[in-house]
């Protein structure tokens, strides 16, 4: 396996664009893909005002800068793809929209390439078993948001090789991450605990135990948290948890991962948090 240096990243919503940012900050040639090329250009917008601030911040000098904003190359098509060593897809939480998308790059990548996922939850092995190279399949969990947090939760899945999994750490490290290694499982780590805690932050509101701000002043006061558990979900968005939780609950056939009825009554009102504008608090 050779070294890597360029990268794909599939979907430039939040996390994806991110991931982009975090990569071409670290010298990678990157290609930046969405099937709707208004979220390609809004995705572009998003990473040119990120490296921005860091300027302002002089965390990069304004030649760093430019130099960083040149490496992101858009991709409108998901065959330009072809030469990257490592793609990163990002797209939607569903298990079969991300077979789909693996499925296809594993069709137009080279032989050698790695094929990554961004999942927060869904098996590993299921998405790798998708493609003819099973063992290039691995998960990389980035932290939201994806430029300011230090976690890359590497995931394993069943056939996923030591030779892509030490390949990926590396890329991590580069990226001026942490990497941590972790098996397959519903949730993997990061979300296997912090999602039950999130729905019995809800559960607490639905229950009428306290209001929004006393759950999460409890939380950042009490237990030292930065954000509270409501605020976190408001930021993640109500439909990616309940996604997650979704995940938890089938892969595990345990009842205590069963979401709120209050945050699914939200998702179905369209009350996802922070980018819908409402969520368990109002945003301009």
Request: hydrophobic share 45%.
């Amino acid at each position: 396996m050779g070294e890597i240096t360029t990268i794909g990243v599939v979907g430039a919503g939040t996390m994806g664009h991110g991931i982009a940012q975090v990569a071409a900050q670290a010298g990678f040639q990157v290609w930046l893909h969405d099937a709707a090329p208004q979220a390609l250009e809004q995705g572009r917008r998003a990473i040119g005002k990120g490296l921005g601030r860091l300027a302002d911040k002089g965390k990069l000098s304004a030649e760093e800068r430019v130099a960083a904003e040149r490496r992101v190359l858009p991709a409108a098509a998901l065959e330009e793809l072809v030469a990257a060593d490592l793609v990163v897809e990002a797209v939607v939480e569903r298990l079969e929209v991300k077979r789909q998308v693996l499925a296809r790059l594993d069709d137009i990548c080279s032989p050698h390439a790695i094929l990554a996922s961004n999942t927060s939850s869904i098996s590993i092995t299921k998405l790798g078993a998708a493609t003819r190279r099973a063992d290039k399949v691995i998960g990389m969990h980035f932290m939201n948001p994806g430029p300011v947090m230090p976690l890359v939760e590497v995931v394993r899945g069943l056939v996923t090789s030591p030779e892509t999994t030490d390949a990926v750490l590396a890329v991590g490290r580069r990226l001026g991450k942490t990497p941590v290694e972790v098996h397959d499982a519903p949730g993997f780590v990061s979300n296997r605990v912090l999602m039950p805690m999130i729905n019995e932050a809800v559960a607490c509101l639905h229950e009428g135990v306290a209001t929004p701000e006393a759950i999460d002043q409890v939380m950042r006061l009490g237990m030292n948290h930065p954000m509270g558990p409501l605020a976190l979900a408001d930021l993640i968005g109500l439909d990616v948890c309940l996604d997650i939780l979704r995940v938890l609950q089938e892969g595990f056939g345990d009842p205590r991962y069963r979401p709120c009825p209050l945050l699914v009554r939200m998702v179905d009102a369209g009350r996802l948090g922070r980018k819908s504008g409402q969520g368990f608090y109002a945003y301009a």
